[in-house]
């Protein structure tokens, strides 16, 4: 019962936050964040706020994650990259909307715990691959959506070049040390059309593969 009340209240504040899309409410009900999230801060994953885990990173907070997958607007044909896997918890929502998610992250350690979470949810339909993501995955390309969970000044070159004609790419852009915000990039066949959805605060987008192990 308590187990219960904890999900729906985690629910209630995606709500309240502005998640209001059914598909990713389904979705965010059925992947449970406590197997993404080791150690002491495991009994906080039903808070809304992001949680330290490995390598420095961060898990972001629920209501962020609903937000930026709500604004990627997925189609169950769709394949999706994901770039800056963390913890896999994005990658798993995003599984359970989209037909294929490639997601990339450059410390190998968080790659090979988040495999091991996807395994035991049986999860078949996400590939992780350790990689510097700035350079997306060009042997998988194009994409139908592309989720960046890292900041960038600009949306990286490559990245748009692997965004297909309809697609659309979610992303903060900011500096590091200032205010960021979430904007969401659509290729038309005319070119690139830009909304900005809101301030956010995300680890810097950095090049190159780490040596964590």
């Known amino acids: 019962m308590e187990d219960a ?6 629910l209630y504040a995606l709500r ?11 979705a965010m009900e059925q992947i449970d964040r406590a197997p993404f999230i080791r150690g002491y801060f495991a009994e906080r994953a039903y808070e809304d706020m992001p949680l330290p885990i490995a ?4 898990i972001s907070q629920p209501s ?10 997925i189609s169950p044909r769709d394949t999706v990259l994901e770039v800056g896997t963390g913890s896999g918890y994005q990658a798993a929502i995003l599984s359970q909307l989209a037909r294929r998610v490639y997601t990339v992250d450059r410390h190998p350690r968080l790659v090979r ?4 979470v996807f395994d035991q949810l049986g999860l078949t339909n996400v590939t992780a691959f350790t990689a510097d993501g700035s350079f997306g995955l060009p042997d998988q390309a194009p994409f139908d959506r592309i989720l960046v969970t890292a900041a960038a000044e600009d949306p990286p070159g490559p990245l748009l070049a692997q965004l297909k004609v309809g697609g659309i790419m979610v992303l903060p852009v900011g500096q590091s040390d200032a205010v960021q915000h979430l904007i969401r990039v659509r290729r038309t066949p005319d070119g690139l059309d830009y909304d900005e959805l809101r301030p956010v605060r995300f680890v810097p987008l950095v090049e190159g593969v780490a040596r964590d192990g």
């Open 55 to 58: 390598c420095g990173q961060t």
């Open 113 to 116: 715990e988040a495999r091991e």
């Open 64 to 73: 962020v994650v609903g937000l930026m997958t709500q604004a990627l607007e």
């Open 16 to 26: 309240s936050r502005g998640v209001t899309n059914a598909a990713v409410l389904t």
């Open 5 to 10: 009340e904890l999900k729906m209240q985690f």
